[in-house]
């Protein structure tokens, strides 16, 4: 391996794709993480991975603050580089690791917002289903809510994913990992309505294998159903900032309220990890104290 800041990160970049199947989004964070460290080190001087020592590395990080990096961007970033910093190693193209000598900095993670129930089923009902369109986002949003599913997924939700006689729809979440997500009937419903009245009049005579489709047979962007979203939120009155993802953590949140087990919410999301669905009992905790001293004789 040529010893340069670019060959190396090169290799390291092709590593990464082709041996881990890193999501395109994290691919293109890890190189956007790693030019900057290049373009930070050759100011001083430094001409591969190899001669980049932990004060560079401590200088790199405290520039990065000082411009405002998140704790938790940097806590990516860091990540980034220690990954490298491995590969290198395993490849005999540098000989020390300097990501060895710093820790990652602890992130404060903030609680997700989410909409109370009421909210979502006023927001639920704002689609004209009268309309092709709206049957189609009627049906989005009731199977987004219904699933707990991210805005990828729903819009990659190809006809044959969905079993309606069952009401479980399959989904292929990050690292393209499959799940079997109950639907719920209200969302089975909807789909089953759009999927009757609605979808073909959207294709006319066109074909297409997705399930949510545009009148010119292709389907929505993660944009173009945000704009959706926010439109139908602007005429429910919901003056919370509205995403799509607020739909998810309102279905994690619900769940939970209503006495669904953590393992089980934990299988419904998609999460590798529990530690990012007990989050969610943060949000539940918080309440219940909010409850508590509003109510309590003697809070």
């Given at each position: 391996?040529?010893?340069?800041?670019?060959?190396?990160?090169?290799?390291?970049?092709?590593?990464?794709?082709?041996?881990?199947?890193?999501?395109?989004?994290?691919?293109?964070?890890?190189?956007?993480?790693?030019?900057?460290?290049?373009?930070?080190?050759?100011?001083?001087?430094?001409?591969?991975?190899g001669?980049?020592?932990?004060?560079?590395?401590?200088?790199?990080?405290?520039?990065?603050?000082?411009?405002?990096?998140?704790?938790?961007s940097?806590?990516?970033?860091?990540?980034?580089?220690?990954?490298?910093?491995?590969?290198?190693?395993?490849?005999?193209?540098?000989?020390?690791?300097?990501?060895?000598?710093?820790?990652?900095?602890?992130?404060?993670?903030?609680?997700?917002?989410?909409?109370s129930?009421?909210?979502?089923?006023?927001?639920?009902s704002?689609p004209?289903?009268?309309?092709?369109?709206?049957?189609?986002?009627?049906?989005?949003?009731?199977?987004?809510?219904?699933?707990?599913?991210?805005?990828?997924?729903?819009i990659?939700?190809?006809?044959?994913?969905?079993?309606?006689?069952?009401?479980?729809?399959?989904?292929?979440?990050?690292?393209r990992?499959?799940?079997?997500?109950?639907?719920?009937?209200?969302?089975?419903?909807?789909?089953?309505?759009?999927?009757?009245?609605?979808?073909?009049?959207?294709?006319?005579?066109?074909?297409?294998?997705?399930?949510?489709?545009?009148?010119?047979?292709?389907?929505?962007?993660?944009?173009?159903?945000?704009?959706?979203?926010?439109?139908?939120?602007?005429?429910?009155?919901?003056?919370?900032?509205?995403?799509?993802?607020?739909?998810?953590?309102?279905?994690?949140?619900?769940?939970?309220?209503?006495?669904?087990?953590?393992?089980?919410?934990?299988?419904?999301?998609?999460?590798?990890?529990?530690?990012?669905?007990?989050?969610?009992?943060?949000?539940?905790?918080?309440?219940?104290?909010?409850?508590?001293?509003?109510?309590?004789?003697?809070?």
């Open positions: 391996m040529d010893k340069s800041f670019e060959s190396q990160m090169d290799a390291f970049m092709n590593h990464i794709e082709v041996e881990r199947n890193l999501s395109r989004n994290t691919l293109d964070s890890y190189g956007r993480d790693l030019i900057k460290l290049m373009n930070f080190c050759k100011k001083s001087g430094r001409e591969h991975f001669d980049v020592s932990p004060l560079d590395l401590i200088g790199f990080l405290k520039q990065l603050h000082d411009k405002g990096l998140s704790t938790r940097q806590a990516r970033l860091l990540s980034a580089l220690k990954s490298c910093y491995r590969f290198l190693l395993e490849e005999r193209a540098c000989t020390v690791d300097p990501t060895r000598e710093i820790d990652t900095p602890k992130s404060h993670r903030n609680l997700p917002e989410f909409l129930m009421d909210e979502v089923t006023t927001l639920l704002q004209k289903i009268e309309t092709p369109r709206g049957m189609r986002d009627k049906a989005m949003l009731e199977l987004m809510y219904a699933a707990g599913l991210r805005v990828s997924e729903l990659a939700l190809n006809l044959e994913d969905l079993d309606r006689k069952m009401g479980v729809v399959r989904v292929f979440g990050k690292r990992k499959q799940r079997l997500v109950p639907m719920g009937q209200m969302a089975v419903d909807a789909v089953e309505r759009y999927i009757r009245d609605g979808r073909q009049a959207l294709l006319k005579n066109q074909r297409a294998s997705l399930l949510f489709v545009t009148s010119r047979g292709g389907g929505l962007t993660r944009q173009a159903f945000w704009k959706n979203i926010r439109r139908y939120a602007d005429v429910a009155g919901i003056t919370k900032p509205i995403s799509p993802h607020k739909l998810r953590h309102s279905f994690a949140t619900h769940l939970l309220e209503r006495g669904a087990d953590l393992r089980s919410v934990q299988a419904m999301l998609g999460h590798v990890d529990i530690s990012t669905t007990e989050i969610y009992t943060h949000i539940n905790s918080v309440r219940l104290k909010q409850v508590y001293d509003r109510f309590h004789p003697r809070a």
